[in-house]
């Protein structure tokens, strides 16, 4: 199951699945359909704030997230940046999954000063403490990838910070040089299937060697 295959991650993530023999079906929440179509691919349209109950899965991938510019508020932020990742992680677990991969931030932590990062830790610890038998919590950084064909709006100054990040990036420390959505979502799915039990951190350095 996927969350937020529309962004830039999410589908990249939903592309890998179906591209996988693995799996016999992957099935998609969101408000809106992916642009594509695959005998596997089964979309669900919901509302985040009132999922009601979903299919039997194994896994589930959360790449939901937003701009507190996008959202008009941080109210409206935390609703899809910890409301509906944990919404979503709760009806998947009632219906089986065991496993869960989910797009956080580097930076994220509850004792943050800065309100994007700390509702990304709130956000971390809460799908801690909902007791899946493995939890991987991916914290790229800088994203690189196409927004405009995906109807995105750009984000302030991202596009001259990928640029200088991309011109320095041999004396940049891995976790803050800037990584593909590509290379994020294959990182992801490999870390869930290889199924080890537990709770891990995927920093960006590791997701760029993966």
Avoid: W
Wanted: charged share 20%.
């Amino acid at each position: 199951m996927v969350a937020g295959a529309t962004g830039l991650v999410g589908r990249e993530i939903l592309a890998g699945l179906l591209a996988d023999k693995r799996y016999r079906a992957v099935h998609v929440l969101g408000r809106r359909a992916p642009p594509i179509t695959h005998p596997k691919l089964q979309v669900h349209t919901v509302d985040f704030a009132h999922i009601g109950k979903l299919p039997e899965v194994d896994e589930v991938y959360v790449a939901l997230g937003t701009t507190i510019k996008v959202a008009g508020s941080r109210q409206s932020f935390r609703a899809v940046d910890f409301d509906a990742v944990l919404a979503v992680a709760e009806a998947a677990q009632a219906c089986g999954a065991t496993r869960l991969g989910v797009v956080s931030a580097m930076g994220a932590s509850a004792r943050s000063s800065v309100f994007y990062n700390r509702v990304k830790g709130d956000m971390e610890d809460a799908l801690r403490e909902l007791g899946y038998a493995t939890l991987i919590l991916a914290r790229p950084s800088f994203i690189e990838g196409d927004r405009a064909a995906l109807q995105q709006p750009g984000r302030g100054g991202e596009g001259l910070a990928l640029m200088a990040m991309r011109a320095l990036a041999p004396l940049i420390p891995a976790n803050y040089r800037v990584i593909p959505a590509a290379q994020i979502a294959r990182a992801l799915m490999q870390a869930v299937s290889d199924a080890k039990p537990g709770i891990r951190t995927l920093l960006s350095g590791e997701m760029q060697a993966a």
